[in-house]
């Protein structure tokens, strides 16, 4: 047991070493003054501290749990919670933050980071808010920077917008925080610049350092170029972002979830091509503890694009494996029975497709738009139009929109079933009556449906359409044509009324030089203006007449062998095969042989060496008589030494000359 003035110096040996934050040695005392006193509570709650400050968080926890009975809530809450929180057990820290009574300020930061985690946003807002309001010490600007991170993740991921907090932008962080607030409302060009204020910020506040280098300096803007990238992407820059993306990458920053999420977005802009270097970056989200750096929503994105992915690349069995896994943890969500559906479709099996979206319809019918509006292609691909028509019309979320209605007109055009088109801008137009009366989808509504009643031949249904729109506006001149040509196949007298209320012509003056309109390009027939020649009605009263020259005409050329006594054949125009006297060619004609022998050899040379063809053949034996026919065989030339004949010349110099110029 040690003495009294030996634990006296181990105690200000502690205080010596928590002054210059050398908590390693610290540790060595805490461990003496233990070995005495294993159940001294100041010691043990130094040791978890100094614990805590060299990043053993599972030993100064079991130190905790160990001594429950001396280090009671009220006195070691804050670290137990803290290493909680840093050993990712999140759930864990909130409840032992909420067991506690007294609220210290340390616990209340502490309490609001755990919220942040667990992604409740708006009782987070609460907390900082709070802790600014109350407290004033050095630590308000990061108070500030995690306040507006709160705001930044509610306009991005929850779409909610609180109302303007008056935060400074003195720090390249808040700055950067601003940014994100901006995207999640879709100011993407004020976000850019809010951005690339932040860079220059950050660069600013580095520069002074002279101890920091230039990598660390990039390693630090990493995460401000990769949201960069991000805004470049939603602008549609694609080819900007993936090089500010590689440029990221190449960094190798430490932080694994900016590079999980600039990798997800690297395959998301190759998509379907650069499969390979997709196959790289998909090693990146895998990292250990990539989890703990992202959102939900973000992991979720993650696992769709590595199913897909895995669609993309043919891998049946991995997109389904993920996909299923998806569904389970995302029941309510419609992208992983999609995603499968893709992929029976990309084997060629539509029916199969057809048949699993419509079983999850029945299972989860909040998710009916999606998976209906998929249902609908899938029998258009299979043709099966009238199908996807009633599809379509069951989805009445979407029926009366514009895109839905112009979708099943064109439909049942294409189907010839014009009664189910005309009923379909019928129930829009009854709809938006009685909705959104008189407003320009309305209108334009009702004046598509007459031009399309007037198309098909139904003036009676297209005239109540063109009334409306003429009483809502009576100097529509256009509109009262059309009523006026309606009226005309149905009423000629209502016709005639409302002729009446047509603009005289000299009103309707629309500026219009006739003479360039039809010396246009578009025009079909340009009048031609005659020059007036000086003199010209002089000469026309002295009798000289016109003095314009006639134009002679050319004598058309007849063919080398026309006979003016023989009268033309009146066939000659026809082809050959459609004559009258056309009798075919004769058969029997066989062609000559394609020659064989040595390369250049004609056709007669070859007949000329086949002994089986000349008349006195030589035997193969000597026969008296023969002695000069086998010695004027010896005096045979070969292929290559023959000449062509005179006349074989003659015929092709005919040849060439028949050619022409425009001979082939």
Not at 554 to 560: D, F, S, T
Not at 579 to 590: A, H, I
Not at 594 to 607: V, W
């Amino acid at each position: 047991m040690a003495s009294g003035a030996s634990i006296t110096v181990l105690w200000t040996e502690v205080n010596r070493c928590g002054q210059t934050a050398d908590y390693s040695r610290a540790l060595k005392s805490l461990n003496k003054i233990l070995q005495d006193d294993k159940d001294d509570v100041t010691a043990l709650h130094c040791k978890v501290v100094c614990l805590v400050h060299t990043g053993n968080f599972k030993e100064a926890l079991n130190i905790i749990h160990t001594h429950t009975k001396v280090l009671t809530s009220d006195v070691i809450a804050f670290e137990k919670a803290y290493c909680e929180y840093r050993l990712n057990r999140i759930e864990t820290a909130l409840k032992t933050i909420e067991n506690i009574d007294q609220q210290t300020d340390k616990l209340k930061e502490l309490y609001g980071q755990v919220l942040y985690r667990l992604e409740r946003y708006e009782e987070c807002l609460s907390v900082y808010r709070d802790l600014i309001r109350n407290s004033q010490d050095e630590y308000e600007e990061e108070r500030k920077t995690n306040l507006s991170a709160v705001v930044a993740a509610l306009s991005i991921w929850e779409n909610s917008f609180p109302d303007d907090l008056g935060l400074p932008e003195t720090a390249y962080e808040l700055c950067y925080n601003a940014a994100c607030t901006l995207i999640g409302e879709g100011k993407l060009p004020q976000a850019m610049v809010k951005l690339q204020k932040a860079e220059e910020l950050c660069r600013q506040s580095y520069s002074e350092d002279t101890d920091i280098s230039d990598e660390e300096i990039d390693a630090e803007l990493a995460i401000i170029h990769a949201q960069m990238a991000y805004v470049m992407q939603l602008q549609g820059r694609n080819d900007d972002a993936l090089q500010l993306y590689n440029q990221v990458i190449k960094l190798k920053p430490s932080d694994v979830g900016l590079l999980a999420v600039t990798a997800n977005n690297i395959i998301t802009l190759n998509k379907d091509q650069n499969v390979f270097d997709s196959k790289k970056k998909v090693k990146l989200t895998n990292t250990e503890g990539v989890e703990h750096k992202l959102t939900q929503k973000q992991l979720q994105a993650v696992e769709f694009n590595k199913a897909l992915l895995a669609m993309h690349t043919n891998q049946a069995d991995q997109c389904r494996k993920l996909t299923l896994g998806l569904q389970k943890q995302n029941p309510e969500s419609p992208l992983p029975v999609l995603i499968q559906a893709a992929q029976h479709c990309r084997e060629k099996q539509h029916t199969k497709a057809i048949q699993l979206l419509e079983e999850v319809l029945e299972q989860h019918p909040e998710s009916a738009v999606e998976i209906k509006m998929t249902i609908a292609q899938l029998y258009l691909v299979q043709g099966h139009i009238i199908k996807a028509c009633n599809i379509l019309r069951s989805i009445d979320e979407k029926l009366n929109k514009p895109g839905m209605v112009s979708a099943l007109v064109t439909m049942y055009s294409h189907e010839e079933d014009i009664d189910s088109a005309i009923e379909i801008f019928c129930q829009a137009i009854h709809w938006y009556q009685e909705h959104q009366p008189n407003t320009t989808v309305h209108l334009s509504l009702v004046r598509e449906a007459a031009n399309f009643k007037l198309k098909y031949g139904r003036q009676k249904e297209a005239i109540s359409d063109l009334e409306q729109l003429w009483r809502q506006n009576p100097e529509d001149v256009r509109t009262l044509a059309q009523l006026i040509s309606a009226y005309s196949l149905v009423n000629s007298e209502k016709a005639k009324t409302l002729s009446k209320h047509l603009p005289s012509p000299d009103t309707m003056s629309f500026k219009v030089d006739i003479d360039a309109l039809e010396n246009s390009h578009g025009a079909t027939y340009i009048r031609k203006k005659a020059a007036k020649v000086a003199g010209e009605s002089q000469l026309k009263e002295y009798g000289q007449g016109d003095t314009k020259k006639k134009k002679k005409k050319k004598k058309g050329k007849l063919p080398k062998n026309y006979d003016p006594k023989v009268p033309p054949d009146p066939e000659r125009w026809l082809p050959m095969r459609e004559r009258s006297y056309y009798r075919g060619r004769k058969k029997g004609k066989k062609k000559e042989p394609i020659g064989k022998g040595t390369q250049g050899a004609t056709l007669s040379a070859a007949a000329e060496l086949d002994a089986s063809k000349t008349v006195n053949s030589p035997p193969t034996s000597p026969r008296p008589g023969t002695a000069a026919a086998v010695a004027s065989s010896s005096n045979i030339v070969p292929p290559r030494q023959q000449k062509p004949s005179a006349a074989s010349k003659k015929k092709q110099q005919q040849k060439k000359k028949k050619g022409g110029k425009g001979g082939w």
